[in-house]
T-cell receptor, first 114, second 109 residues
Framework: EAQVTQNPRYLITVTGKKLTVTCSQN?????MSWYRQDPGLGLRQIYY???????DKGDVPEGYKVSRKEKRNFPLILESPSPNQTSLYFC?????????????FGPGTRLLVL | GQQLNQSPQSMFIQEGEDVSMNCTSS?????WLWYKQEPGEGPVLLIA?????ELTSNGRLTAQFGITRKDSFLNISASIPSDVGIYFC?????????FGTGTSLTVIP
């Protein structure tokens, strides 16, 4: 079954404690992306990757890091989480970038930073 | 970044009613996408639009790509309880994707 998986689904942590949210897709997609969803703001892109070892900032990259060492995996790293990073996070993938390419979303990771 | 504004922000309707929502942008898009998000799930693509003026249907859903390329519309006919969710417009610009603020739909049986 074609899917995007994220782990963990729920996470409670404390300010400053490094964490990683994993994302994996089994569709051989080149493009992968991370979003955060906050009430009234929709989804905002954090980082995206056009292929292995190629990553770039989205609209809200501050406080986040990503890596793309393998095509299927795109982890999101919070080196020093802060309460304003409490949010619902989604990973997504698609065949390629830009026009007309459908993004497939993971189930989401709900993060609470105390 | 790009701003996509959706209206209305929320809707409460009776089952069987038709629904209309729209999305406007401060700049031109060459593709408009409409997604639905159900509680506890990630967004799922409903309809993709690729040409200005295009009208595309998916069952009871119909979406239009505005002539100015700065707006798009989604209509749902004869709503049913399973239409409940948040509807997002979205569009790619360069290598980035932008999402609207969402329209939350509640259908009262």
């Amino acid at each position: 079954e074609a899917q995007v998986t994220q782990n963990p689904r729920y996470l409670i942590t404390v300010t400053g404690k490094k964490l990683t949210v994993t994302c994996s897709q089994n569709m051989n997609h080149e493009y992968m992306s991370w979003y955060r969803q906050d009430p009234g703001l929709g989804l905002r892109q954090i980082y995206y990757s056009m292929n292995v070892e190629v990553t770039d900032k989205g609209d809200v990259p501050e406080g986040y890091k990503v890596s793309r060492k393998e095509k299927r995996n795109f982890p999101l790293i919070l080196e020093s989480p802060s309460p304003n990073q409490t949010s619902l996070y989604f990973c997504a993938s698609s065949l390629s970038t830009g026009e007309g390419k459908t993004q497939y979303f993971g189930p989401g990771t709900r993060l609470l930073v105390l | 970044g790009q701003q996509l504004n959706q209206s209305p922000q929320s809707m409460f309707i009776q089952e069987g009613e038709d629904v209309s929502m729209n999305c406007t942008s401060s700049s031109i898009f060459n593709t408009w996408l409409w997604y639905k998000q159900e509680p506890g799930e990630g967004p799922v693509l409903l309809i993709a639009l690729y040409k200005a003026g295009e009208l595309t249907s998916n069952g009871r859903l119909t979406a239009q790509f505005g002539i100015t390329r700065k707006d798009s519309f989604l209509n749902i006919s004869a709503s049913i309880p399973s239409d409940v969710g948040i509807y997002f417009c979205a569009g790619p610009a360069g290598n980035q994707f932008y999402f609207g603020t969402g329209t939350s739909l509640t259908v009262i049986p």
